[in-house]
């Protein structure tokens, strides 16, 4: 299993090459990877539906505790089929589709990273490595969405998709990381038998709430939901795979996996289950609202990810079983319906509904799969889908209070009807609206076929469910529920409650599929509403973000090197004075009385002539007060028993004042620049920095400490390093590398005098 | 005026102070002075010599150029540090030969790093001083 | 004598820093250099403050017997000082060139690099 | 004989001076410095393997005991450390081969780069305080130098701002190193580890620390010392800012790891707390201000200064997985802002520009480019598996365990908006069309890059995305280097012992 998914990784390399050679041959290449996966699922089957489950580990990052540990039990292998699966048909279905597009081959290896990642997120048994997979579908997302990069609005729906989902992953790998401190285990297997530990951990709140995040953004769950019609920029084979069949299921998918774990509290009912009720009612209703077929279909998706949440949340036996069947029905005919409208839109050139009509004689082929997936969006009877509704139905009624899930449940089946109809029936059936660029025609068979075989699938399991039942779906709720359980679907349950209400939303949904042109209409004036929903909330805060941004960025990095440094002189005197004034410091002012005269003398001057630097308004006054504070320091290094210093410091300083001198002559005379209010406050900063310096010394030479070293230079200096001058044996033996890198300094600094003053690879100065 | 009392005393001096600066250099380790001060010394006595007679005529007296005695001298002062490395010691201990010099004192690799010191600053002073005057 | 040194010290950092916080370039070396010196006298102070008793072992003696100044303080000084006048003439250098190549001696009008968005 | 200690600083050293010999020959200087930074690099894993095998190794300079001469010390966190800037050297350097122009390589650009690279080894590699602040002006006077070579208009602005405030930290540092030695007496910091307890002062320690935080932080450009980073970064040659950006703000990073795991532990309540302040002030406003820029290389620069609120923050919670984290994560962002950087180089040297608003359409004309910048700007956005998806679940993790929930909140946040530059910068320059062919011209390389210099540029670019990859696919080794390191980071007897020996 870990092979298989690393492997489809590293296949990913390979399409780009093979379509050089291939061209719009590839895909059916490229299918034979994702179909043998399906092949190698397929063999497991038997034993999982026996009750067994199939682990693999290898080591990956054991000291964080993270294995690439993968777990294969019945939820599992039905989302891996379903991967496999729909992902054989879309790569076959996307060599047609995006035949001689140029940029196919990076295409095909996007989806191949997405389906391998897919795969890990579903298998992984380890929440990191769940968590690895999880964001690279997210990426793989973002670069499929954006696959028309020419197109501003595929790169920003892009963006949205990865930022809502990257906002929910960092929020999940965060609940991920406190689950684990709280259960001791990163293991989902180990996990699975600490629910009751997780439930009462002080954690619990934060953990259920960040993982729910994580799971609602890639679910599109209100009020997040918003990415996912805009994803569909993308082309339609990716739409069908990602933003239906597969990834967007990847957070229904972990709430389904970490049931076990977080469900059954109040906290939970009360979280999942509404959001997972307003997302269907919202999807449900919008998708009526729209008129471009992709966008029908987007927002259905929508509607259908709220009521698999809506069913987990429930979290009954009843409802897991639905919601499993109903995400095994969902990813039939949304897939087939997506696949449909993408060879609608490739034959005619338009998706918009009120153009598309009675097609069927030209396309016979979609047109049977597309009537035939409608008819299982609808729910219609026998489908699959009809008894995954019913089940959904027996599940709800069973709650208390059972009206409000129940009424919104029937609200969605009804609005379900519509965009089957709409979206299934209405582009076959009837007159032709009006004339195409090209004569529509039938597509390519590697085109229809796809959706035809999604689409019969979902009628064939619905004539038949039992096999389906006992071979997948018993398992699959086995493992939400970690419960073996016996799931036995029937088309007949015989007259009862359930069937009463999906026949009345059957017929309700018929009206309003006839009446829904007079239905939008009654609906424009929300409008100006809808278009500050979530998506708004989403765009003002990435537009507060920018004026925070360019409001600090111009504050800070104001170009002003005045500014630079007297924000780091007040950063530095603050916090330095802030640690110092924390304890009493001992300044021990009492040490001046063994002044002498000369030294007051020379104190003073050094300080005159900084004054003279200062103030002066001549340049040249100003460098030769420069020169004297260098020979007083000097001055004092020599009173200080430091010969050595003073004879450097007054050669360089000789030479400190020669160089200002010749390059004094080439700069103008000193002009106003600052105003009077500017200088008051740097003098202020500036003397408050001074003063603190002074403290600081005072502080540091009041304490006494032996002089450690000195006395190992004093009686080896000679001895051992054959020197009188201590200064210089330190400089040259004891401290030599100091010297080293001092001469370093000297030689760059002359080569950067010299190249200052020699090269100049712009172009002239002045322009 | 001055520029003539310059040119003339500096052809005397620039000998003079060249041996003072030699004479710094190596009384070092023994007596304030060393490689840094010495070079100064040095470096100020060309530096005169190229204010009264032109850089071209001092660059001709020098005869090294002063990149190059950077690299000289930043060559002497690592590669002193380095002889120890052959005697299987640390970087940069000090070797010294037994016999005693005069003036010097004795003789040891601590003398060939001060004596790199003295021809990176002569070099580096130089060059910058050079090179400013140049424009 | 320390107190004294610790006043000159700290009038010779906030000249340095009034200075560096000038527009003018010229006044941003001048500060750079008193900021330098500051730095050495600093150190020199930290050795402690000797008089008359340099770190130089007497002719005849072998090791120093009374009390000297702290020879280390020293040594880091000139190692300081001599990177600090590397520093330096790279600076003077460089505010020269900037005069020459961008015209003007306000710092304020050096901005491009920061230009606001 | 540890002569393992001594190559880091030996080899740029002899390479730079047989390069300033060989003045006037480019190409000799070319083949010179290549050597250099491959025998820099050998160096360094000899270094690596030697310290792993036996523990931290020292030397002491002119055969002089501690503390009285200047040791060499190496870590693991050293030799990883001094592994990172022969990457970084070799990487710049090749890529230098292809873009580099002649007037600054016949001005001293690859003595200059040893040089630096020397300055950056010694202060990885050094045990004395005062050898340190050496090193650190060794480095940056090389980086003055480079930063300024050519003395175009844009990069003397820059280099003004950098010089300045980079002299305001040498001054603060050698201001603290000065009060440290009048404080404890010595300048051995295994000596000064052993004796910081012993100050009489009150809060005089405390004090230090804050003063070396600042000098430190300036270098490594935290909140809010950060504006010379992006004044500079973004004005020289892509090469050099590359290796500014990869290696140099480590460095100051380094340092400040350096002196908070061994010297200032005592008041770890109000230093590494005000650590993580400023580290979560750095990660915010970095990020803030790359999301305004327009320019390719100032995103950057920002970007680089959010990531080093990561760097800090390691440090600022102080455990072994903060700091096993905070290794872990230098590794990382040595590797990916090198190569971005570098990408930037070659985006500039096809298109011309570094402009956002003009360029575009990267990705159809130049697909390898295009995934050489993914993969490091992934990285930067934290997308598994790559490296920097490990840094930030590391840290993260390390910060749920002591409950600093505000700063992981801070950093989860930050490396949202950091995948989100990154993605901008991914669809404005390579995936749109460029705005020239909208207007209908074509795309007009500034100067077409030649095939065989297209791969020499690609060359290092590759090994560095490579290797952010090769680092988060096989984080178990890295990680357990790291941690070594943090061990020996956090267990300072170790080191006292290995440099001070038996002296008690």
Known sequence: ?767 | MISLILATAIRYLLPLLLLLSVYILLRGHNAPGGGFIGGLVASSAFALFALAHGVDLSKRVLRIAPRNLITAGLFTAGSSGCVPLFFNLPFMTGLWFETHINVIGKLGTPFFFDLGVFLVVLGVTLMIIFSLMEE | MEVVMSFVIGGLYASGLYLMMRRNILKLVLGIALLSHAANLLIFTMGRLTRGHPPLIPPGEVRVLESIADPLPEALILTAIVIGFGVQAFAIVLIRRCFETLGTDDLDEMRSTDRAP | MNLVLLFPILIPFATAVACLLAWKQRHVQRVLSITGAVLLQASGFLLLVSVWQSGIRAVQMGNWPAPFGITLVSDLFSAIMIVMAGLTGVTVLVYSLADMDTGRESFGYHPLMHILLMGVCGAFITGDVFNLYVWFEVMLIASFVLLGLGGEKAQLEGTVKYVTLNLMSSALFLAAVGIMYGAVGTLNMADLARHMGTVKQPGLVTTLATLFLLAFGIKAAIFPLFFWLPASYPTPPAPIAAIFAGLLTKVGIYALIRVFTLLFVQDLEYTHALLLVLAGLTMISGILGALVQNELRRILSFVLVSHIGFMIMGLGIFTHLAITASVFYIVHDVIVKTGLFLVGGVVRAERGTYEMSSLGGLYSSNPWLSALFLLPALSVGGIPPLSGFWGKLVLVKAGMETGQYLIVATALIVALLSLLVMMKMWADAFWRDSPGSAAGGSVVSANPVSFESRLVLFCPIGVLGLLTLAAGIFAEPVLTVCSRAADQLLNTEEYIRAVLGGIP
Request: charge should be neutral; charged fraction near 10%.
């Open chain 1, 1 to 767: 299993m870990v092979w298989i998914v690393l492997l489809s990784f590293v296949s990913a390399f390979f399409p780009p090459w093979l379509c050089r050679v291939l061209h719009s041959r590839t895909g059916w290449i490229v299918a034979l990877l994702p179909a043998a996966i399906t092949a190698y699922f397929a063999r497991f089957i038997e034993e999982i539906s026996s009750g067994g489950t199939v682990v693999e580990s290898m080591g990956w990052v054991p000291c964080l505790g993270i294995e690439l540990s993968f777990h294969l039990d019945g939820l599992s292998l039905l989302f891996a089929l379903l991967i496999s699966g729909i992902g054989t048909l879309v790569v076959i279905y996307s060599g047609s589709y995006l035949a001689g597009h140029y940029q196919l081959g990076r295409f095909y290896s996007t989806l191949l990273i997405f389906m391998a990642s897919m795969l890990g997120t579903v298998l992984a048994d380890n929440v990191i490595t769940l968590f690895v997979f999880w964001e690279l579908t997210s990426f793989s997302s973002y670069l499929l969405i954006g696959f028309n990069s020419d197109q501003k609005p595929a790169r920003e729906a892009a963006l949205q998709a990865l930022l809502v989902t990257g906002a929910g992953g960092l929020a999940l790998l965060a609940g991920f990381l406190l689950l684990g401190q709280a259960a001791g285990t990163l293991e989902i297997s180990a996990l699975l038998a600490k629910g009751d530990a997780v439930r009462s951990h002080p954690f619990y709140v934060p953990i259920l709430l960040l993982i729910l995040a994580g799971a609602m953004t890639k679910s599109a769950q209100f009020p997040f939901h918003f990415w996912l019609p805009n994803a569909m920029q993308a082309p339609t084979p990716v739409s069908t795979y990602l933003h239906s069949a597969t990834m967007v299921k990847a957070g229904v998918y972990l709430l389904a996996r970490l049931s076990p774990v977080l469900a059954g509290t109040a906290i939970w009912e009360n979280v999942v289950t509404p959001v997972g009720m307003i997302t269907m009612l919202t999807g449900a209703f919008l998708s009526l609202l729209q008129t471009d077929l992709k966008l029908v279909l987007a927002y259905s998706t929508v509607s259908a990810l709220g009521g698999m949440t809506m069913m987990l949340g429930v979290g009954s036996q009843p409802a897991a079983e639905a919601a499993v069947m109903f995400l095994v029905a969902h990813a039939l005919y949304k897939g087939a319906l997506f696949l449909v409208v993408g060879i609608l839109d490739h034959e005619t050139g338009t998706r918009q509904s009120g153009r598309l009509g009675g097609l069927f004689r030209a396309m016979p082929a979609t047109g049977l799969a597309g009537i035939l997936a409608g008819f299982s969006m609808a729910g219609f009877m026998p489908s699959f889908n009809f008894i995954a509704k019913e089940q959904t139905y027996a599940a709800i009624l069973e709650t208390t209070p059972a009206v409000f899930l129940t009424a919104a449940f029937f609200v969605a089946g009804t609005c379900y009807v519509v965009v089957g109809g709409i979206t299934g029936f209405q582009p076959f059936t009837g007159r032709p609206r009006e004339r195409f660029l090209k004569p529509p025609h039938e597509a390519p068979p590697s085109m229809w076929v796809c959706p035809l075989i999604m689409a019969a699938a979902g009628v064939l399991v619905g004539v038949f469910p039992s096999p389906a039942g006992k071979y997948m779906l018993s398992s699959a709720v086995g493992a939400v529920l970690q419960a073996p359980s016996e799931v036995q679907p029937a088309l007949w349950h015989g007259p009862d409650v359930k069937l009463f209400l999906s026949t009345a939303a059957m017929l309700a949904g018929i009206c309003l599929y006839l009446a829904r042109a007079k239905f939008r209409r009654s609906m424009e004036p929300l409008t100006p509403l809808l278009s500050k929903g979530p998506e708004h909330l989403y765009s003002l805060s990435l537009a507060w973000l920018d004026t925070i941004a360019c409001a600090q960025t111009r504050v800070l990095q104001s170009g002003r090197l005045n500014l630079y440094l007297l924000i780091t002189i007040v950063t530095t005197t603050g916090l330095v004075g802030a640690s110092m004034l924390e304890h009493e410091p001992i300044l021990g002012l009492e040490r001046w009385s063994d002044l002498h005269i000369y030294e007051a003398i020379l104190a003073v001057v050094l300080l005159t002539s900084t004054v003279v630097i200062v103030r002066s308004r001549s340049r040249l006054a100003a460098v030769a007060a420069l020169g004297v504070v260098g020979y007083a320091v000097a001055l004092l290094f020599l009173l200080f028993s430091a010969p050595d210093l003073a004879m450097t410091q007054f050669c360089i300083e000789t030479l400190s004042v020669v160089l200002l001198v010749m390059v004094l002559y080439r700069l103008p005379r000193y002009r106003d620049y600052s105003s009077g209010k500017e200088r008051f406050r740097d003098a202020v900063v500036a003397t408050l920095a001074g003063g603190l310096i002074t403290a600081l010394v005072l502080v540091a030479t009041a304490v006494t400490r032996e002089a450690r070293l000195t006395p190992f230079f004093t009686e080896h200096s000679l001895l051992l390093a054959k020197g009188r001058n201590i200064v210089n044996v330190i400089l040259v033996d004891f401290r030599g590398l100091d010297t080293l890198g001092e001469i370093t300094v000297l030689a760059v600094a002359a080569l950067g005098v010299y190249s200052l003053l020699k090269l100049n690879t712009g172009k002239k100065s002045g322009d």
